[in-house]
């Protein structure tokens, strides 16, 4: 009667599905082999097992069981009750209840899997992704990291486009309407440009008409540079050009536009309206440079515009000077400097090449 009443309120939870059956191993503390299989109320804390098992097997679940568990036994080692209504009840609550608790711990377990996984594969992922642009950074890739820096590296000038050279400034052409007609007033390019060389020492003046969309300093400097090379007027130390902005001056050089290039030449009985040249106007103090010319240069020259300006400066002066017209004395000589080169290269059968300078060197 003891006896058999110590087991029957047992019986009667478990057949209730109140108590889960606990196998005689685990009831004894023996380890368990197998982290789903749940453990009286202890089945509660089945994921921490299987964390445990994720952790060391790279978040894998591991296998389902080979064969379904032993049948539970009572506390003296007899198999439970097969027969009659509890018996039943013993195999479909207990059952269930250890189905259900073993499939909640594998859904949680397997969601924690997936989570640890991601978090691993993130990781890894990420890892690699800086070894890579790392590597490529080295290697010159072009990555954000790597434009960034570029970006951040001080650039000549502090990032601004580099000044162009006197060269580069007097091969250009620049825009300018032919018949274009200015103001009629002119202003002094300021500085002061000392003679360099040796011998008569001649002082110029630079006017510019006012609105020419010209570079007026670009000009003056031209001038000075032009007249003092040694290919120029004062070769041989014979004589050199000081620039001025004010007192007395032995010429103008005037960059003046079309139509006052030739009001200015029409006063010492000069037409340049025919060809749209320029002139010495002897009767005053004016060398006149058509602005026309200097910007769109000639057909004669082509692109060489470099060359053609220093021809339209030293023809010019050449004249205020004392020099007249020459023509092409031979075919493939160089012309000379006071032939009318804007206009053709060839006279009297002969075609010359053209040439800026009255001492050219040959």
Known sequence: MGKHSARAPQAEREATGEVPVVPAAAARGAVRTD???????????GPAIGWGVIGRQGGRPPAAPASPPAPARDGGGRRAARGGASGGAHRAGGGAVRTVTGVAAAVVTA?????????????????????????????????????????????PHGGA??????????????????????????????????????GEVLRFRVDVEKGLPLDGALFATAVHRTLNDDRSWGHGGTRTFERVSSGPADF???????????????????DTTVDNVSCDSAATDRV????????????????????YRQMLINHEVGHRLGHNHESCAKSGALAPVMMQQTKFLTTDGNTCRPNPWPYPGR
């Open 161 to 198: 486009a580099v000044p162009a050279t006197y060269d580069q400034k007097m091969a250009l052409k620049y825009p300018l309407d032919r018949a274009a007609k200015g103001s009629g007033e002119f202003s002094v390019v300021p500085g002061h440009d000392k003679a360099p060389g040796k």
């Open 252 to 270: 103008v050089v005037t960059l003046a536009s079309p139509g006052t290039t030739a009001r200015w030449c029409a006063k010492s009985d000069l």
């Open 35 to 45: 982290p789903w299989e749940p453990v009286g109320r202890s089945a509660v804390r």
């Open 111 to 155: 969601v924690l899997a997936v989570v640890v996984a991601g978090q691993v594969e993130d990781g890894t992922e990420s890892r690699a992704q800086a070894r890579t642009q790392d590597a490529d950074r080295g290697r010159g890739g072009d990555t954000m990291g790597a434009a960034s820096r570029s970006d951040s590296r001080p650039t």
């Open 288 to 307: 006149m440079i058509n602005a026309y010319r200097w910007a769109q240069g000639a057909e004669t020259y082509g692109d060489r515009m470099l060359e």
